[in-house]
Structure formats: C-alpha cells, structure tokens
C-alpha cells in the first residue's frame, strides 16, 4: 500500500486549495466560506517520483458551538490514518485556539508532522510564517497554495518523513 498524507486544520486555512496544488488540477472542493459539510476525501498523489495518497479534510459545521472539538475529531481519525501530517495554519491569521488543539493531536499521535504556513503569498509573509516557530512543531515551511510560492520546498520535507 501506498504511504499516506492527510492535510489537516481548521476550516478555511487552505487544505482543499494545497490539495490541488499537489495534484496539479482542481478537484478538491475550494470554500470561499467555510462550513461546507463534506468527509474525508483520498486522492492518488505523485510528487518527485513518489507515489503516495493524499488526504483532504472537512465536513465540519464552524457556527455550531463545539466547532473546535468537531476539527478535533476529523483531525484525529486523519492522523490516524496517516504515516505523515502537513498540518497547514493561516499564517495571516496566526495561531488559534482550535489549531492549538490540532497541536495536542499531533503530538500524542508521534506522527511526523509538516508545518505548512500557508498564505504566504510574497516576502512580506516571511515574518508571518517565522511567527508558527512558536507551535512548537519545528520549521514552519512558507507556502502559498493559491500561488504555488515554497510548495516544492515543502514536499520535499514531506517526502523526507513519508
Ligand atoms: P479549507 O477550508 O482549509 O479547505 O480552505 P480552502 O482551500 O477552501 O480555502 C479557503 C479560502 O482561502 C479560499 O478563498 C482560498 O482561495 C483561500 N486561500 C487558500 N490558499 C491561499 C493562499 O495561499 N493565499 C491566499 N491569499 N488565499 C488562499
Ligand atoms: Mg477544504
């Protein structure tokens, strides 16, 4: 079986946008507004050779009470499932309370995670993305999925742990 990379965050930080990327076509779902219930959805992925099957996440309600724990929970079973994690974060945004949760995930989990700082759209989002150091997840890789900006940097980190 191939080894498999789940994308997780919370709603709108750009997973289905990064997902695209990836693949080189449009076929993740891409919400302007989050909130869109949808499950897991697996695609076949090739980066530098490597074949592997790429995770996005979602289906969750935001403006229900217990947003957080619902991005838990669809965190958790994709975690899970995976041998590696890009755990992507709105750098413009910053760190919440809900990716801080994602973190605990991550950590009991011992998967290797990527750090994907996303929305780093030009050199002024550098600062942004350096600000993630703070996670503690190590290096906070620079992207920016609607651009392509750092993607090749990034999965070449992926590929390192996958
Ligand atoms: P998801 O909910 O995490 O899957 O996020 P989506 O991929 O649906 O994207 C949510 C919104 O963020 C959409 O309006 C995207 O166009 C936007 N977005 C995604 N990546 C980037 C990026 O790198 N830069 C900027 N400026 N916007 C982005
Ligand atoms: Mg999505």
Redesign the pocket.
């Known amino acids: 079986p191939l080894p498999v990379l789940a994308v997780v965050?919370r709603?709108?930080?750009?997973?289905?946008?990064l997902v695209n990327r990836i693949l080189g076509r449009r076929e993740a779902v891409?919400?302007?507004t989050?909130g869109v219930t949808r499950d897991r959805v697996t695609y076949a992925a090739e980066w530098s050779g490597t074949d592997f099957t790429l995770v996005d996440t979602?289906g969750w309600e935001v403006d229900v009470a217990g947003m957080e724990s619902k991005v838990a929970e669809q965190a958790e079973v994709a975690i899970d499932l995976a041998d590696a994690v890009v755990f992507?974060v709105d750098a413009q945004v910053g760190a919440t309370a809900t990716d801080e949760r994602v973190v605990e995930l991550l950590r009991r989990s011992g998967k290797p995670v990527i750090l994907c700082a996303?929305?780093v759209?030009g050199p002024s989002g550098e600062a942004d993305a350096a600000a993630l150091w703070a996670l503690g997840l190590g290096e906070p890789m620079p992207?920016?999925?609607?651009?392509g900006r750092g993607l090749g940097d990034m999965l070449d980190a992926v590929l390192e742990v996958l």
């Open positions: 965050g709603p709108n930080v750009g997973k289905s946008t891409v919400e302007d989050p979602g992507v996303n929305k759209d992207v920016s999925a609607l651009h």
